[in-house]
């Protein structure tokens, strides 16, 4: 089992940055990679970004250049650091962690960007 708790969404202004944390615990030794999604209200749940075990990220083109992920192996957490945001940016951010067999996330953290 691995559970995962996502914090440190807000409201925010557009241009501003916030930073989203996902701690992860449990069978930590079994996650292959962790992801961060997020859904907009009356839209799918869209990919942003992932990072390997080995630290190697990925990110959706709608954010590149503006968020970075990365990891804290120490404290099995994985951050999303959100500049330049924009309002299409709005939405509820979901922590995923990539492991065999089951397919666990978090309960997600609103992010709003409005003046």
């Known amino acids: 089992q691995v559970q995962l708790v996502e914090s440190g969404g807000g409201l925010v202004q557009p241009g501003g940055s916030l930073r989203l944390s996902c701690a992860a615990s449990?069978?930590?030794?079994?996650?292959?990679?962790m992801a961060w999604y997020r859904q907009a209200p009356g839209q799918q749940r869209d990919l942003v970004a992932t990072?390997?075990?080995?630290?190697?990220?990925t990110y959706a083109d709608s954010v590149k250049g503006r968020f970075t992920i990365s990891r804290d192996s120490a404290k099995n957490t994985v951050y999303l650091q959100m500049n330049s945001l924009k309002p299409e940016d709005t939405a509820v951010y979901y922590c995923?962690?990539?492991?065999?067999?089951?397919?666990?996330w978090g309960k997600g953290t609103l992010v709003t960007v409005s003046s």
């Open positions: 995923r962690a990539v492991v065999i067999g089951i397919d666990p």
């Open positions: 449990g069978s930590i030794s079994s996650i292959r990679a």
């Open positions: 990072i390997t075990s080995t630290g190697s990220p």
